[in-house]
């Protein structure tokens, strides 16, 4: 009878996070809320913005009332994503993304958005 050898399937390097969905980031979201170190402002405080990110690389912003909306060109690079035609909107590192829920992250802000429930 042979010897048999055993090998250590273990790797001692840290699990590389799961690769973004991008399919669920074309969607339409609503802020529930924005957290920076001083304060949480509800996405109700704000009146209601709704953020809308496009295949083609747009982000919609707007707002029911009074209607309105601004879109800029937005690029998702690893995690992150940066509005390269606009030097005042920050780089945010996407944190979460599910079918229901957005979480992004800059350097000053937290930003919580959910998907609204179809109708």
């Known amino acids: 009878m042979g010897a048999v050898a055993c090998k250590n399937t273990q ?8 690769a973004l969905n ?4 074309y969607a339409r979201w609503n802020v529930a809320y924005i957290a920076t170190p001083d304060r949480t ?6 009146g209601e913005p ?6 083609d690389g747009k982000r919609i912003k707007s707002f029911d009332s ?12 690893n995690d992150s994503i940066f509005y390269p035609d606009n030097a005042k909107l920050p780089a945010v590192k996407i944190v979460k993304l599910s079918n229901d829920s957005l979480v992004l992250q800059s350097d000053k802000s937290d930003w ?3 998907r609204p429930a179809s109708k």
């Open 50 to 55: 709704h953020y809308e990110f496009t295949r």
């Open 66 to 77: 009074p209607p309105h909306s601004e879109a800029t060109r937005y690029e998702v690079r």
């Open 112 to 114: 919580h958005l959910y």
């Open 41 to 46: 402002t509800t996405g109700q405080e704000m």
């Open 11 to 18: 790797s001692t390097t840290p699990a590389k996070p799961a």
């Open 22 to 25: 991008l399919e669920l980031l």
